[in-house]
C-alpha cells in the first residue's frame, strides 16, 4: 500500500478578490502565515504521507503554470518530486477525483488516497495526524471516509455529515477526545437553515463537511461504477461510468486527445454528490482540530482581534469610529471614517469596498468584470515566474516599467524581442548578462540596453536574489512578444 | 482707479483629503474641468479687471513654490505677469487682507481691490461680469461690497447676509434679473440651524455669503480702523491698528524681518468678523451666477448624475446594488457592493471610504495622518516643478523611479547629487542631456547613465513634452540631496 496525498489545487477563488486573482487564486495567497495555503496543504500531507510518500497536486490547464511557478520559488517544494495531475477543463471534483484515481492507480495497484482541498486553513500536528491515521486505517477495506468537524457553532455556510451512531465524548469536551474513532455514515446534509443547523449543533453526531477523503483509489473508481448500479434512476450518478472509462482512458495514454475531449464533454458534479451521498460505504473521521474553509473575505478577521467598536485596521490603514468594519490593506493608505458593518479590502491595484452581508456576492463583481474583460481580475501586478518574479509598476504609452527579482542560480530563458528595446538597472545583487554572445556582470547601480531583436538573457550569478528595474519602450509591450531559445524551464513561448 | 485681482490661494483645503494635499490643496486640483479652481479664479478675474488691470496672489510661504510651479506650467498663466503677496504665516482673511491691500496701495492710491476665493467653483461670463461691475461701482465711494447668493436651498453649511430692503425681482425669478443692485447690508448671520435657514430662503432678502469682496483698498485699512475706533469693546476689532501698522511695513519694506515676524504674532481673524460684521459701510449685490463653495468631497457629487438608487460611479469604478453612494476614482478600479450612504474617493496612494454624514470630518483623518507623520498627505504621486513635473512610480529599498516630464524649452538645473547615481530613459520626446560638461542628444528608447556627484542638466531640446523614466540607485533618495549650480528658476536647493 502506497500512500498518495492528491491536492486539489485548481480552485478559481472568485469569493477573495481583489486578494485572489485568476492566476493567483486563494490557494496561492500568502495572507494567513509564512506560506500560501496550498504550500501549508503540501506541508499537513507531509506529515501524514511521510518521506515514502507521493504528492500528487490536482490543477487545471489554465493556472498550472501559474501554480508551478509558484512552488519552484518555495525553498522546499521547490525541489520536491511533485506530480502534477492536469484537469483538461474544470469538471467539479468527481471528475477530478476519477483522474487522479486512475492516475495514481496506473502506477500503484494498492494506492490509498488521501485527498485534500487545497484553500482551507487547518492546523497540522499531532491531532491532525491522529486523525488522519484513523482514517486511512479505516479506508483499508474499501471504504471512502470523509473527515468531520465537531460543530462549534450553527453555521449555514457549511454541509453537514449525520454519522449512525456517535463518536466517544461529546462536542462539549473536544479537546478530551484523544483517539478519533471512524464512524458510518447516516446521510449528508446541504447547507441548512438556522434552525436545522442549531438542532445539528445540539444533537451531537452532526458534522461540518470538510471536504477532505481518504480511500483506495481502486474504491473510488469501484465506488462510482457500484452507485450508479444501485441507483440506476439518480440523476448525479448517471454519467459515472462515463467518468471512470475516461479517468482510465486518460491515464492509460495522457497524450490521448479524444480522452482529454471526453473529459471536458464531461458534467459539472461534485464528488459528494456523485457518490458520497448515494455510497452505503461512507464514513466519517470527526475530529476537532481547527480548521476553516477560508469562505469570503471576512476570514482575514482572523488575522486580529476587534477593537471595543467591533472593527479591525490590519495593514496599512487608519480608521475613525467605524463599527464592525474591517480595513484591510495590502501596502496602500486606506482611511475608514464613520462606516458600519463594511468590508475594505484594498491592494495594489484594486479595491474592494462592500456591505458586511454582501461579501458572498463578491463573485458578482467578478462576474462583472469579466464581462469588461478588466485585467484586474486575471492577475495581480506581481507574476510569479519559475525564476522567480516580475511586479508590475507602471505602464504608459509607449513604455513599461516591471521590478524582476530572480532566485540565487536562476536564468531567465534566452530570449528576443521584435517590438521592443529594454534598459536593465540592477538594484541589488550580481546580475550575468548575455546580450547578442557577450557575456557580462552587472552590479548594483549599473545598467545594460538590449535593442530590439538581439538576443539575451538574464541571469543571477550570485547567492543572493537579484533586483532589477526593466524599462521597457516600444510600440507593443504584451508579454506574447517573447521568443524564447534554450529555456532552463522547457517553455517555447 | 485700477484694478487690482486678489486671489487669496493659501488655503490648505483638509476637507478635500485625499484629493487634495498640503502641497496641493483644493484650488490646485483639476477634478471640475480642464483647469484648476486657482485658473478658474484667474480666468474670472480676468474678465472683469480687463487687460489692464493687475493680478495678484495671496499665498503662504509654504505653499508658494508649489502654487508658482502649478501656474508656470499653464499655458496662459505660465507667461502672465502675476504678482505674489506672500503671507508670512497663515492669519486668517483680515490679516491677508489688509497686507495685499497695503502692498496694492504702494504701488497704486487709487486701487480697487476685487477679493477672490481661489477654491469655489464659481460660473464665469455674462451674469459674472455684470454682478462684479455693479460691486466696483457701488465700492467706489468706500463702501466694502460683498457678493451674495440668491439661496436656493436652505443650507446650514454657509453663512448668510442680510440686506436692508430687497433686490429687484424674488428667489423665484432669479433668472429674469438682468441688473444686479447694490444693497446696504443689515448684517451678517453665521450658519444657521435648519429651521432658521428655511425662514431665511423665504424670507427674501438674506443671500449667502459669498466669500467675495470689492473695495477701494484705502477703504479696506480705513475701515479696520474705523471699526475699531467705533467698537472699542469688541475682542474681534481689537488688535485692526496692529494689523493695518503691521500690513503697513511690510508693504514699504518686505524684507524687513521684524515685519514679517509681527505679522506672524497677529491674530487668526476672518476679515468678516474683523471689519464686515461691525462696519455700517457694508454692501451687498445679490447675484445668482452659479456658485458652489465645494465644501466637501459631496461636491464632487455635481460632477455626474445619480442613477435609480442615487450611486454615482465616477472614474474608473464599477458598482453593484449600492444606495446614495459616491465611487470616485482617480485611476484604479474600485469596486462597490451594496453599500448605503457611503463616500469612496480613491487617488493613487491613499484612499478614504467615509459616512456620508461624516465627510466634513476628513479633517479628523488628516490631523490623526499628520500625527503619524504619513507622506500622503504632503504630497501625491505627481509633483509639479516649474519645467514640468515628476510622479513617483515606485521607492524600494535602495532605489526609486520616478517619470519626469519636461515641458518643451525648459531645463531642470544643474546639479549633482552625493549619493545616487542615476539613469535617464527617454520615452518620449528630444532630450538635451549634458554630463560632466559632456553634452548630447538622447532620443526615444535611449539612455544615459550619471554617476554619482557629477554634474548633469535635463533639457527638452525638441517642440513636444520630454518624458522620461528616471531610475536612481542608492543609499539615501531624499529630495535634499540635490546640489543646484545655474537654475534658471532661481532655485539654490
Known sequence: ???????????????????????????????????????????????????????????????????????????????????????PAARNTAPALALAAAVVMADDPDAVIIMLPSDHLTEGGERWIATMNVAIDAAADGSLVTVGLYPTSPETGFGYIQARGQAEGQPGDQADIAV??????????????YADAKRYVQHGNYYWNSGMLVARADAILQQLLDVHTNNPTSSDAAKNDVIVATARAIAANSDDGAGLQAFTALPKVPFDKAVLELSSKVKVVPTCIDWSDVGSLLSLEALQGANERGTRVIGQGIDLDSHNTLNYSDSRLVATLGLSDTVVVDTADATLIAARDRVQDVREIVRELHRRGVPEIRQSQTSLRPWGSWTMLTRGTGYQVKEIEVIAGASLSMQKHQQRSEHWIVIAGMADVEIDGQQQMVGAGQSVFIPVGVLHRLSNAGTEPLRIVEVAVGDYLGEDDIERFDDQYGRDT
Open 1 to 87: 500500500m502506497g500512500l498518495h496525498a492528491i491536492i486539489l489545487a485548481g480552485g478559481s477563488g472568485t469569493r477573495f478578490w481583489p486578494l485572489s486573482r485568476e492566476l493567483a487564486p486563494k490557494q496561492m495567497l500568502t495572507v494567513f502565515g509564512d506560506d500560501s495555503l496550498v504550500v501549508d496543504a503540501l506541508n499537513r500531507a507531509q506529515q501524514v504521507v511521510g518521506d515514502e510518500g507521493h504528492m500528487h497536486l490536482v490543477v487545471g490547464a489554465t493556472l498550472i503554470d501559474e501554480l508551478r511557478n509558484h512552488l519552484l520559488s518555495h525553498e522546499v517544494w521547490g525541489s520536491a518530486d511533485l506530480n502534477y495531475i492536469i484537469e
Open 180 to 193: 478519533p474513532t471512524a464512524l458510518p455514515v447516516k446521510r449528508f446534509v446541504e447547507k441548512p437553515n
